[in-house]
């Protein structure tokens, strides 16, 4: 039998890339991609010549299968997502899930995952968090909202630019304008920011400046 291995790839920097990973897409028989187009830039950046199969949130119920059955047959798969760490917010969960339950060995390498510097670099405590990922775009948003409002531990949320000053508004609204807030934005890209302050500050910051590049907001929890 063979095995999965889920491998982190660089939210940014390519030097963000670990020896290992390199190593492991050079000798794996086949590479699951988010985007085989996005991957194979990345992949010929380290001259890896591997065979690329799609796999995203759109085709993973019906590519799973198949999936098991090529390791069950001796294969050894590595799977990869656009940036960061697949199953975080990323294609991934269900295929590491059927190995599982299949008896198949998987192996997840340390690497890139984005809230993880955002966090650290927030100044906000770190002991204890909760990572809710993407907030719900429409149905179940306002219950999601509601549910955190006496979360005592740091809250970590992934976001886009363009629904960013939706969000902070509507955590202004929920968590009150003093609640203190850091995002991250564009991590480990040339271009690279953390803005820190209240919500209310953030609010004003990217109402004057549009923001840009993927993002991370961390916000405190309520105080005890």
């Known amino acids: 039998m063979g095995k999965l291995y889920v491998v982190p790839t660089p939210v940014g920097n390519l030097e963000d890339m670990t020896f290992r990973a390199i190593k492991v897409l050079k000798e794996v028989d086949l590479i699951l991609a988010e985007d085989t187009r996005t991957s194979g830039i990345l992949l010929k950046h380290f001259e890896i010549k591997n065979a690329m199969q799609s796999h995203h949130k759109f085709n993973e119920h019906k590519t799973v299968e198949s999936v098991v059955n090529r390791i069950k047959a001796g294969e050894t798969i590595a799977l990869i997502s ?29 690497g890139a995952t984005a809230f993880v510097p955002a966090l650290v670099a ?41 629904r960013l000053l939706k969000t902070l ?12 807030v850091s995002v991250s934005r564009e991590i480990s890209k040339i271009h690279e920011e953390t803005v820190r302050g209240t919500l209310s500050e953030l609010i004003e910051h990217f109402t004057a400046t549009e923001p840009r590049g993927e993002i991370v907001i961390v916000i405190a929890g309520i105080d005890d």
Not at 84 to 96: E, K, M
Not at 124 to 153: A, I, W, Y
């Open 169 to 180: 508004t509507q955590f202004a609204e929920y968590f009150g304008p003093g609640r203190q």
């Open 122 to 162: 927030s100044g906000l405590p770190n002991e204890k968090f909760c990572f809710e990922g993407f907030l719900p775009q429409k149905k179940g948003r306002m219950t999601k909202l509601k549910s955190l409002v006496d979360e005592h531990r740091t809250m970590v949320f992934y976001e886009s630019p363009h």
């Open 82 to 110: 656009d940036a960061g760490t697949p199953g975080i917010s990323d294609p991934g969960f269900l295929v590491v899930r059927e190995c599982v339950r299949n008896g198949i060995e998987v192996q997840c390498l340390p």
